[in-house]
């Protein structure tokens, strides 16, 4: 596609400025239930996002069908847009940061390993989950490997190229025991198709789903609780709005005046690191062009400042810190620093305590602008600093900011998710547990 | 669009090599988002989705594949691909038939208005709700529309075309006082087009989400406890929703991944439990004249008085099942295959009413409004989020309560509805599954729920 010509009719039309952004997406999905593949979906998509200021307002379209026709209307229907907007804010297309940082990791080309290859890698972990203590049976298998290569050039004269690939794998085992029901699975993602380890895979997911098994309830209390690290990251990410600029200038985070105060105990350091190399993605420059670069967010648990798009960035009259993303304000690789604290050792002082390892409804159960949450949650309990028996069906409730400077202790086991935020294990004094009062053992 | 004789071409080539089902599924989908916050338009941005999705079966063996490129060749060379999985005899695809006429259920298209005429209607909203109490510190108004234009064609052959048009209107108030910050929240959607904003009362809406953030600042969190429950009409269906209608999905029923496997005509919950799920409501945010595979949208009884009659099937599943298909087939867009979802699904209204349900509530929670939930149908285990409640002492709604989240067991929960009113409503949301973020309504009348797992972040220490 020559977005050049796309670029000229646009300034023809009347825009004073404008960009192009367009991702071209392949991926492959296969699911395999019982032996035989359940999905098996291919795709290739490109998609543009072309964002331009007419009249002093930026806005922008998105579309996938680039026909000459469609990308005229689109253009037209991007203009009308504009003109109704009535806000006065910055209307910026970036003319290029002065150096952009590399990326070091290669991206595997995916599509060179045979495809019954990956069939039989699904197989094999489902195979190797059915048929083992306890398992009903395996709810669903998936391997899916996604490529992406993205491009952006607009009329200032900034163009840059980046891609991405990775794949993942993971089987939904489903665990029974007396009645009681349970999944588990362990999500496996990698960079380079070598890196999948099927027998490990089924170990974990195995290990987990029998723990879960016999899980109660436990009586209403307040309880010292420990997130394990993939729930603390969730956590983390949900409320990872809290820090956009775009939420303080909208007046809905709580953070609006708390620059280089203390929000958190004095051990906390949160950080946004692009390049991190235990994360999943490296992110080179954000959607509108801005290098990414390591930023402190929370730096001995005092706030250090918002993540900003370029709008933002002009009006709290900050450089530019490259986390335009899909339209909106996000981390690129959020992540709390590790301790050197093993988990063994985190957990010791804990007398009486829950561990969650199983957060459900982060889409309802939380309140960014209050920092509440109410969660459904399963774990296991704690007694006298040992991990011991599962516990299901509770309510976790507390307030995120109340929590940041209740947190008595951070782990050493950092691990990243595919929502990109990362987290060791975090203990926090105390947070309200709901359960079934007639379950007191 | 491609041609008849073209699309027929590429069915048969699908089902020339093992696969005796091939369907082809056209989309041209633009949606628009505008924003107001406070009173300046701050937002307004638009959307295509545009593309084709192939869909091969062999027996109850698929293959799916989808691009945003809608020409022949590239979608033969889909169907090419896709073929390499499978082997075994050729069979024929009938000729395509027509389309029947579908119903898009629009009086004023959203494309008939300008931006700004849009504007013009969210403006006194966010008006309304930042002068209803000084401490309003933001009032946001959204208007989201879409216009989704489908063609569905199979080697069985079915030629259907489709026009859906959806509003919603989002109302977020953000209230503020020395020591929290809370939000409310209402986003009522309908199949219409720009008279939505006849059709309903937004002003009225604007001042209920306005006055609930204020309550919300004075409220106290919950206290974690078990008790019961009065779950008010309209979204506090997400109930039924999470609970049962997922699990009443051919999607868990096929693999045996539901507490309701084999269970039709058996008791699953109490006398005055009658559930559907209805894709024919007129106007309905979850409503369709054909679902996505081609198939008119239908009345489906779920449970009538507490006895399990069906479940909601789509095609490919239907055939795992030995059932047929209910008109449940949906996806978010062509980056989907097909699976069963639900459209409008409700509780059907009882004779109760609720001033009697809650006087005749000693102690208990009233759950006036709620927020989203989620479900693990092979467990049955869900939970929502109630966003403005009150507790009932004696009979009576006495201080407001918030942060609370309910958690329950799928096949439990219908047992424990011991009464039903008679206001059933609608309340509309997005629904997230295998096939995408689709459109749904939840909905019921008033229901009391005997006991229920309530955690909050209340209580003494």
Known sequence: MSYEKWLDLGLKKGLEDLQIFATRNKSLKLTIYQGRIDQHVESDVESVTLRGIYNGKITSVKFENETDVAIDAMIDRLILNAEALTANEPAIIFEGSESYPEVKVESFDFSTIDMADKIQLARDLEAGILGQKNVKQVQSTTYQETANETTLINSKGLKLYRSNSFAYAYAIGVFEKDDDIKTAYDINLVKDYSDFNVSEMVQTTLEKGWAKLGGKSVPSAKQPVVFSNERFGELLATFSTIFSGESAYRNLSPLKDKVNESIAISGLNIIDDPLHDKAYFQIPFDDEGVATHVMPVVEKGVFKGFLHDLKTASIFKEAPNGHSFSGRISPTNLYVEPSNTSFESLIQPIKNGIYITELAGLHAGVKTVSGDFSLQAGGFKIENGQVTTPVKMIVLSGNFFTLLNQIEGIGSDLKFGLNNVGSPSVYVSELSIGGDDSSAS | ?461
């Not at chain 2, 089902?21 to 056209?26: D, R």
């Not at chain 2, 929960?413 to 009113?421: C, G, M, N, S």
Request: with cysteine; charged share 25%; proline share 4%.
């Open chain 2, 1 to 461: 669009m491609l041609d008849k004789k073209v699309l027929e071409r590429l069915l048969q080539e699908g089902v020339s090599q093992g696969a005796d089902f091939c369907e082809i599924f056209f989309e041209n989908t633009h949606s628009n988002m505008l924003r107001v916050t406070g009173q300046e338009v701050t937002d307004a941005s638009s959307s295509n989705v545009y593309g084709a999705g192939v869909r091969l079966i062999q027996g109850n063996d698929e293959v799916y594949g989808y691009t945003n490129q809608v020409d022949e060749e590239s979608i033969e060379k889909i169907v090419k691909n896709l073929q390499a999985s499978f082997e075994g005899p050729a069979y024929n695809a009938k000729p395509l038939g027509t389309s029947n006429p579908y119903d898009p259920q629009v009086a004023i298209p959203m494309a008939n208005k300008t931006t700004k005429e849009k504007a013009e209607k969210l403006l006194p909203l966010t008006q309304i709700m930042a002068e209803y109490d000084e401490r309003i510190v933001q009032s946001i108004a959204m208007l989201s529309d879409m216009k989704q234009d489908i063609l569905v064609v199979n080697s069985e052959g079915v030629y259907q075309k489709d026009e859906r048009h959806y509003a919603r209107v989002i109302l977020m108030a953000v209230a503020k006082d020395e020591t929290s910050m809370q939000q409310a929240y209402e986003g009522p959607g309908r199949s219409m087009g720009f008279e939505i904003f006849e059709a309903l009362d937004f002003n009225e809406l604007a001042l209920e989400t306005a006055k609930s953030a204020i309550t919300l600042l004075s409220a106290e969190d919950i206290e974690s406890q078990v008790m019961p429950v009065v779950l008010h009409n309209g979204f506090g269906g997400v109930i039924f929703h999470e609970a049962c209608g997922h699990p009443l999905e051919a999607t868990a029923v096929a693999k045996g991944l539901s507490p309701f496997v084999d269970k039709v005509g058996e008791k699953i919950g109490s006398d005055v439990v009658t559930a559907y799920d209805n894709g024919t409501v007129d106007n309905a945010w979850g409503r369709l004249s054909y679902d996505d595979e081609g198939r008119p949208t239908q009345n489906n009884l779920l449970i009538e008085k507490g006895v399990l009659k069906g479940y909601l099937v789509d095609f490919r599943r239907g055939r795992m099942m030995n059932a047929k298909p209910t008109g449940s087939g949906r996806r978010q867009s062509y980056k989907f295959s097909p699976t069963s979802r639900m459209n409008s699904t409700y509780i059907a209204p009882g004779t109760d009413k609720v001033e009697d349900i809650i006087k005749d509530t000693k102690y208990g929670l009233f759950a006036k409004k709620m927020g989203g939930g989620s479900v693990q149908p092979a467990t049955g285990e869900f939970n929502f989020a109630v966003q403005e409640g009150y507790m009932i002492e004696d009979g009576k709604l006495t201080r407001p309560v918030r942060g609370a989240t309910l958690i329950g067991h799928g096949k439990d929960i219908l047992f424990k509805i011991d009464r039903v009113a008679d206001n059933l409503e609608f309340g509309q949301g997005m629904c997230g599954s295998i096939s995408g973020s689709i459109p749904v309504d939840v909905g019921q009348p008033t229901i009391r729920v005997q006991s229920m797992t309530v955690g909050g972040a209340g209580g003494q220490k």
